[in-house]
């Protein structure tokens, strides 16, 4: 089992800048590439940014491509998304999740758990 806790959202001026954390329980974080969804009310949750495993590689939704980054510490058992250039089309609530399906099977929406999600507001 493995439960996972956001933090780091909040309200930010677009252009601004926010960094997420997911802290995760257990023993076997690093067996388990990482990933961050969002969704708004009346849309259905979409993906945003996944690492791998290893921390080796990433992949990124459009949308996010070159303003928004995963990272990861293994030994904190923590991962991260840094989000620059934010815009009011961000808005969402943040989502972290852990799958042993890699980087697809996140990019498919496919997760093994899920954490409770975190508010990002961009607003002036």
């Known amino acids: 089992q493995v439960q996972l806790v956001e933090s780091g959202g909040g309200l930010v001026q677009p252009g601004g800048s926010l960094r997420l954390s997911c802290a995760a329980s257990?023993?076997?974080?690093?067996?388990?590439?990482m990933g961050w969804f969002r969704q708004t009310p009346g849309k259905e949750r979409e993906f945003v940014s996944a690492i791998s495993p290893s921390g080796d590689f990433t992949a990124d939704a459009d949308s996010v491509k070159g303003r928004f980054t995963s990272s990861r510490d293994n030994a904190k058992g923590t991962t991260y998304l840094q989000m620059n250039s934010l815009n009011p089309e961000d808005t969402a609530v943040y989502y972290c999740?852990?799958?042993?399906?890699?980087?697809?099977?996140?990019?498919?929406?496919?997760?093994?758990?899920w954490g409770q999600g975190t508010q990002v507001t961009v607003s002036s």
């Open positions: 257990g023993r076997t974080f690093s067996m388990y590439a």
């Open positions: 999740a852990a799958s042993d399906g890699g980087l697809r099977g996140l990019q498919m929406g496919m997760a093994n758990y």
